[in-house]
């Protein structure tokens, strides 16, 4: 009798998609976790009445996965907000809490979530940081959603802190500003000439892409640097640390020399990547003292060093699409419709700090201008159709295995906001569970940059240190385009 009823409960909820079923392989059991400080101590009850009228109103965040062969289903479920929350009881006096705080947020990668429930679960630690009063930490699994969802529907659940009935502001999205284009300055044939030269700069770049791609899956693989995960690094514990930096020194960099916020950070990021390794390289111990001599090659001229990064393939629904989801306003697509782009990293020590933005925007122009990230997930749907859930798991981890670490970027509110009544300080979002030693998020608030790290401290020991050497290429970057950029353009 209970067979049935289970039969029957299956057949009324929903088939979970296959790009969702890859998140629940053992070599890709993938988790979000979001840390969302607090100005002020948190009052868990508020929280939850909270949830009750936001979070609980989203169907996967109120459904349970039921499996039967190789099918998967997401079942409706009552939601007992007492196991999803957890409010551990903590000494107000500890000696060093930021060191706690990651300490307990480590360990969460260590245990799985039930999946008799809802797959995610948030955890409130009323301990007062260096930058908060206290901590909310979410642990959801990826399978729920895309990264780019899921950061969409929790700011959803936000307020600004100034009007507690209005959703945040995000800045205006480029696309949108850019979807009337103006009229053509040149000739109609050159116009034509112009888009010809376009399309097929596209069909080249795509399957110059595609077969980089195909040869990361067959043989390409990053070099072994003091980056790179080992075997099984993917079920390894990771450690997670962020740092909040100045938006506005962003901004500024941006607006000198006529790039983007992403091709500021990537930029950023090369340049703390190459202080970093050639520091090793050197035989500087981040800690002091003496150090081994680094594994793999010891040349950062020489090395391929590459970053995934992950794309959200269909537009993302915005804060209010989301927040009209969970009032039942609107039915918005939901689900894991995720494509990649491999990207190169150079991290040869440069004289000119402003090398490195520069060499980030042309690789990034070139990538933007290429299919690869549509391709890429066309090719995974196609694999796990043709070929079923191992082969489509073991491809997916060897891309990501064969190169050195996932970046990604996402624009944050405008103002401060509140979760649920509480002021919010910082938002630190990042992932675990793929086959990757380093993974970095950046997230804009108001006028700060956070910076999240997800490691594995047996390949990156001293990941503070990794932090001060992005902390310190902004800071370098910034001072030289004062110094030689802002005079010419005042």
């Known amino acids: 009798m209970g067979s049935s009823g289970e039969a029957n409960a299956v057949y009324k909820g929903e088939a979970m998609s296959p790009a969702a079923q890859l998140f629940h392989a053992?070599?890709?059991?993938c988790y979000v976790i979001a840390s969302i400080g607090s100005k002020t101590r948190i009052n868990p009850h508020v929280i939850k009445e909270g949830l009750r009228h936001t979070l609980l109103k989203?169907?996967?965040f109120t459904s349970k996965l039921v499996k039967k062969g190789r099918r998967a289903w997401w079942i409706p479920t009552t939601v007992d907000l007492e196991k999803h929350v957890i409010v551990p009881e903590i000494d107000p006096d500890l000696d060093l809490p930021d060191r706690f705080i990651e300490d307990y947020t480590s360990n969460l990668t260590t245990i799985?979530?039930?999946?008799?429930?809802?797959?995610?679960?948030?955890?409130?630690?009323?301990?007062?940081?260096?930058?908060?009063?206290?901590?909310?930490?979410?642990r959801i699994h990826h399978s729920l959603?895309?990264?780019?969802?899921?950061?969409?529907?929790?700011?959803?659940?936000?307020?600004?802190?100034?009007?507690?009935?209005?959703?945040?502001?995000?800045p205006p999205s480029k696309d949108r500003a850019l979807s009337v284009l103006p009229p053509s300055p040149f000739p109609p044939f050159c116009s034509l000439f112009l888009a010809i030269f376009s399309g097929l700069a596209l069909i080249w770049n795509t399957l110059v892409d595609m077969i980089m791609f195909f040869a990361t899956i067959l043989f390409l693989r990053d070099s072994q640097t003091p980056l790179k995960g080992l075997p099984g690094v993917e079920h390894t514990t990771k450690r997670f640390v962020h740092r909040n930096v100045s938006l506005d020194d962003i901004k500024l960099v941006k607006s000198a020399m006529k790039v983007?916020?992403?091709?500021?950070?990537?930029?950023?990021?090369?340049?703390?990547?190459?202080?970093?390794?050639?520091r090793i390289q050197a035989g500087a111990n981040p800690n002091g003292g003496a150090v081994k001599q680094p594994r793999g090659d010891s040349n950062f001229k020489d090395v391929r060093l590459r970053a995934a990064i992950l794309f959200n393939v269909?537009?993302?629904?915005?804060?209010?699409?989301?927040?009209?989801?969970?009032?039942?306003?609107?039915?918005?697509?939901?689900?894991?419709?995720?494509?990649?782009?491999?990207?190169?990293?150079?991290?040869?020590l440069q004289d000119d700090p402003l090398k490195y933005v520069r060499q980030a925007k042309s690789t990034i122009d070139r990538k933007k201008h290429s299919l690869e990230a549509i391709c890429t997930f066309g090719c995974a749907k196609s694999a796990l159709k043709l070929f079923g859930m191992k082969v489509a798991a073991a491809i997916t981890h060897r891309v990501l295995y064969n190169t050195t670490l996932t970046f990604s970027n996402v624009v944050g509110p405008v103002e401060e906001i509140s979760f649920?009544?509480?002021?919010?300080?910082?938002?630190?979002?990042?992932?675990?569970?793929?086959?990757?030693?380093?993974?970095?998020?950046?997230?804009?608030?108001?006028?700060?940059?956070?910076?999240?790290?997800?490691?594995?401290?047996?390949?990156?020991?001293?990941?503070?240190?990794?932090?001060?050497?992005?902390?310190a290429s902004l800071k370098h970057i910034t001072d030289v385009v004062k110094k030689t950029l802002l005079p010419d353009i005042v």
């Open 145 to 170: 959603g895309d990264g780019a969802s899921l950061i969409s529907l929790l700011l959803s659940v936000t307020r600004k802190a100034s009007d507690p009935l209005s959703l945040p502001t995000l």
């Open 260 to 278: 983007t916020i992403n091709d500021v950070l990537l930029g950023i990021t090369q340049a703390a990547l190459a202080r970093y390794l050639n």
């Open 58 to 60: 989203h169907p996967r």
């Open 314 to 348: 269909r537009p993302t629904a915005g804060i209010k699409e989301m927040a009209d989801m969970m009032a039942e306003k609107s039915k918005v697509k939901w689900g894991n419709w995720i494509g990649y782009i491999i990207l190169p990293f150079a991290v040869v």
């Open 26 to 29: 053992p070599t890709l059991n």
């Open 112 to 138: 799985p979530l039930d999946s008799s429930r809802p797959l995610w679960e948030l955890h409130l630690l009323n301990l007062r940081t260096s930058n908060s009063e206290g901590i909310g930490i979410f």
């Open 420 to 471: 649920c009544g509480h002021p919010v300080t910082f938002l630190a979002p990042s992932v675990c569970g793929h086959p990757h030693a380093l993974t970095i998020h950046f997230l804009s608030y108001v006028n700060q940059m956070t910076i999240s790290m997800a490691v594995d401290p047996s390949v990156i020991p001293d990941p503070h240190r990794l932090c001060d050497d992005l902390e």
